[in-house]
T-cell receptor
Framework: RKEVEQDPGPFNVPEGATVAFNCTYS??????FFWYRQDCRKEPKLLMS???SGNEDGRFTAQLNRASQYISLLIRDSKLSDSATYLC????????????FGTGTRLLVSP | DTEVTQTPKHLVMGMTNKKSLKCEQH?????MYWYKQKAKKPPELMFV???????INESVPSRFSPECPNSSLLNLHLHALQPEDSALYLC??????????????FGPGTRLTVT
């Protein structure tokens, strides 16, 4: 089982739609969680950190469910510019500490 | 605008060449990282420097050699690479390596092609 798992997509949605991405992680000791977005042939950019209480940044809402080891990202009112790959990232705090990246979910927003 | 810069943006090198990738961060961060990313794959960690000391070195071939001259600079020296080393090489930095300050910020990357 992969340490961080995401649906690879692609998710094809029209402008204005609401779309949700899910991610599961296997290491129950994980403590820090992030969503990054990556445009084609560009670097990953931090979208938001994910906190236990959930957090919102404009059209983006992230939720964390520690009991189910599940992270979500909700995008409301999708824009064409939201088209990208969204990477779920988890900090592995034990042993070899590092960020563990999911393989990403591709989003395509069409006019 | 990214506060992590990388040079060069593109690099083509032969298998016998020696070249270096450079990274600089302007955020006062004390941890810096090199990642390798192949197409349609997530980034893979190669090296970590924390407070200018190589704290973890994954099982990366010796043809890759990192160097951290100071807390804001990071180099990756390349020698005798193979075609399968062609990839996007990303530099990142973070405030530290403890839980709570682990948000990493990436530079734009160097796209390396080995011929």
């Amino acid at each position: 089982r992969k340490e961080v798992e995401q649906d690879p997509g692609p998710f094809n949605v029209p402008e204005g739609a609401t779309v949700a991405f899910n991610c599961t992680y296997s290491n129950s000791a994980s403590q820090s969680f992030f969503w990054y977005r990556q445009d084609c042939r560009k670097e990953p950019k931090l979208l938001m950190s994910v906190y236990s209480s959930g957090n919102e940044d404009g059209r983006f809402t992230a939720q964390l469910n520690r009991a189910s080891q599940y992270i979500s990202l909700l995008i409301r009112d999708s824009k064409l510019s939201d088209s990208a790959t969204y990477l779920c990232v988890v900090f592995r705090p034990e042993g070899f500490q590092k960020l563990v990246f999911g393989t990403g979910t591709r989003l395509l927003v069409s006019p | 605008d990214t506060e992590v810069t990388q040079t060069p943006k593109h690099l083509v090198m032969g298998m016998t060449n020696k070249k270096s990738l450079k990274c600089e961060q302007h955020m006062g961060h004390r941890a810096m990282y090199w990642y390798k990313q192949k197409a349609k794959k997530p980034p893979e960690l190669m090296f970590v420097y924390s407070y200018e000391k190589l704290s973890i070195n994954e099982s990366v071939p010796s043809r890759f050699s990192p160097e951290c001259p100071n807390s804001s600079l990071l180099n990756l020296h390349l020698h005798a690479l193979q075609p399968e080393d062609s990839a996007l090489y990303l530099c990142a930095s973070s405030q530290g390596r403890q839980v709570g300050n682990y948000e990493q910020y990436f530079g734009p990357g160097t796209r390396l092609t080995v011929t």
